[in-house]
């Protein structure tokens, strides 16, 4: 898993580790909705909660592939990334080196990797070994807005924008890459009452801190998205849809993302009727079942066995 914790990265780390049929075998670190830094602490701190400090934490990007200064969005997701929740100091958040990220693909032939940040490490890792990074099975990304507004322009989604060139890269050189964009993960709706049924029906340490988490969240996209009752969860649809790919409807098209500034992230896909399916298997998910998600998601995090998908 690449990401960047965020409030909603922080939560698809909790669904992965609480999930039964994902076994998480290596979590990348990276800048993107705060710092490298702070996100570090942050999947450090998740860990702990969860007792699975053995999974290997990987030191990814401090800053996209263009060498810019990256913009980071505490408005949303706090200062330090988990809303109003501080990690406390002694978690430290060690990283290993990226090439970590090799032997762990040469562990597991039958490996996913599932990229819910700016995709900069995992162009890193094309740029450092692409005959390794070609092994990997598939590829579940959490970005891209098509046909539909953006979350930080009026055309782009923030993965995305953030850093173009390695999305471009990415999408140029792989296979069997499925793209979940906000065209379904804006519908992935969480409010307050669902997660306060969460937390008083879960019994682990670890879901004991997404009331607060989840409330600030909301709470600064009712300032975004005037009426919303409750906040999309972005990465989780991502994993969700990864262990039940019949509950949203995809189509197959080649994309690219723009790199010009005015138009900088927007996603660019030919939908006309006569145009041709994705010649490198790329599929966008472009609805979600949102009854089935919402089920799910109580299931997962409560920690009742839904089975292995």
């Given at each position: 898993m690449f990401t960047d914790p965020g409030i909603d990265d922080s939560i698809a780390i909790m669904y992965a580790l609480l999930h039964p049929g994902i076994k998480l075998v290596g979590i990348v670190s990276s800048y993107g909705n705060m710092s490298k830094k702070d996100a570090t602490k942050n999947i450090a701190y998740l860990l702990h909660l969860a007792g699975k400090t053995d999974i290997p934490l990987i030191g990814?990007?401090?800053?996209?592939?263009?060498?810019?200064?990256?913009?980071?969005?505490?408005?949303?997701?706090?200062?330090?990334?988990?809303?109003p929740i501080s990690p406390p100091d002694y978690i430290k958040g060690d990283l290993l080196n990226f090439s970590q990220v090799f032997d762990i693909i040469e562990k597991h032939p039958d490996l996913t990797i599932v990229d819910v940040g700016r995709s900069t490490s995992l162009a890193t890792a094309i740029v450092l070994s692409s005959e390794q990074i070609g092994k990997i099975k598939q590829f579940h990304i959490m970005g891209g807005a098509f046909l539909t507004p953006g979350?930080?322009?009026?055309?782009?989604?923030?993965?995305?924008?953030?850093?173009?060139?390695?999305?471009?890269l990415f999408l140029a050189n792989y296979k069997n890459i499925t793209i979940v964009p906000l065209n379904a993960t804006n519908k992935g709706i969480i409010t307050k009452e669902i997660a306060?049924?969460?937390?008083?029906?879960?019994?682990?340490?670890?879901?004991?801190?997404?009331?607060p988490i989840i409330d600030y969240y909301i709470d600064a996209y009712k300032k975004l998205v005037p009426g919303i009752q409750g906040a999309p969860l972005h990465d989780v649809v991502t994993l969700f849809l990864?262990?039940?790919?019949?509950?949203?409807?995809?189509?197959s098209r080649d994309v690219n993302i723009e790199r010009d500034d005015k138009s900088r992230g927007q996603s660019i896909a030919d939908f006309r009727p006569k145009s041709q399916p994705s010649k490198n298997n790329i599929n966008i998910y472009m609805d979600l079942n949102y009854s089935k998600f919402v089920e799910d998601f109580i299931q997962v995090m409560i920690g009742r066995n839904i089975g292995k998908k």
């Amino acid at each position: 898993m690449f990401t960047d914790p965020g409030i909603d990265d922080s939560i698809a780390i909790m669904y992965a580790l609480l999930h039964p049929g994902i076994k998480l075998v290596g979590i990348v670190s990276s800048y993107g909705n705060m710092s490298k830094k702070d996100a570090t602490k942050n999947i450090a701190y998740l860990l702990h909660l969860a007792g699975k400090t053995d999974i290997p934490l990987i030191g990814g990007a401090t800053r996209p592939l263009s060498g810019k200064i990256p913009k980071y969005y505490p408005e949303i997701h706090g200062e330090e990334g988990l809303g109003p929740i501080s990690p406390p100091d002694y978690i430290k958040g060690d990283l290993l080196n990226f090439s970590q990220v090799f032997d762990i693909i040469e562990k597991h032939p039958d490996l996913t990797i599932v990229d819910v940040g700016r995709s900069t490490s995992l162009a890193t890792a094309i740029v450092l070994s692409s005959e390794q990074i070609g092994k990997i099975k598939q590829f579940h990304i959490m970005g891209g807005a098509f046909l539909t507004p953006g979350n930080v322009t009026e055309y782009a989604e923030a993965n995305f924008y953030g850093d173009p060139i390695a999305v471009n890269l990415f999408l140029a050189n792989y296979k069997n890459i499925t793209i979940v964009p906000l065209n379904a993960t804006n519908k992935g709706i969480i409010t307050k009452e669902i997660a306060q049924y969460i937390v008083q029906n879960a019994n682990n340490q670890l879901v004991s801190i997404l009331q607060p988490i989840i409330d600030y969240y909301i709470d600064a996209y009712k300032k975004l998205v005037p009426g919303i009752q409750g906040a999309p969860l972005h990465d989780v649809v991502t994993l969700f849809l990864l262990m039940n790919p019949g509950m949203g409807s995809s189509i197959s098209r080649d994309v690219n993302i723009e790199r010009d500034d005015k138009s900088r992230g927007q996603s660019i896909a030919d939908f006309r009727p006569k145009s041709q399916p994705s010649k490198n298997n790329i599929n966008i998910y472009m609805d979600l079942n949102y009854s089935k998600f919402v089920e799910d998601f109580i299931q997962v995090m409560i920690g009742r066995n839904i089975g292995k998908k």
